[in-house]
């Protein structure tokens, strides 16, 4: 079975301003939207001196309203620059990126499944 490699998150950067951002990506296809058995996702997280939060969020609604989402996995970060790899197991139909930051920059956000 092929796999899919998707940036679900592209570069944003913090105005340096201390405030709190927020940003929702896009939905993307997730393993239950094809129909795998496997539910097996990877996530790749790039940054630049972070400080936040980045949050995977799933849903199995075929049409999400913003209620049907929920966290999936979440990483926090308190001022590094590194490139996190991790994996979750899920059948979700839709998966997204939510960042919450108040410093530095996300480059992207890559889903593999």
Do not use: C
Not at 33 to 58: A, E, F, K, P, V
Not at 99 to 110: A, S
């Amino acid at each position: 079975m092929p796999s899919n490699s998707e940036t679900i998150l592209t570069q944003q950067t913090h105005p340096a301003d201390s405030s709190t951002q927020t940003v929702t990506g896009d939905k993307y296809k997730g393993d239950g939207y094809y129909g795998r058995s496997d539910g097996i996702h990877t996530i790749q997280y790039n940054y630049t001196d972070l400080i936040g939060t980045i949050t995977i969020q799933g849903t199995l609604a075929v049409t999400p309203a913003n209620e049907d989402w929920f966290d999936v996995h979440t990483y926090t970060e308190t001022s590094a620059t590194d490139s996190k790899i991790v994996n979750f197991t899920g059948n979700y139909v839709w998966i997204r990126a939510k960042l919450e930051y108040t410093q530095g920059t996300v480059h992207q956000i890559l889903l593999n499944h």
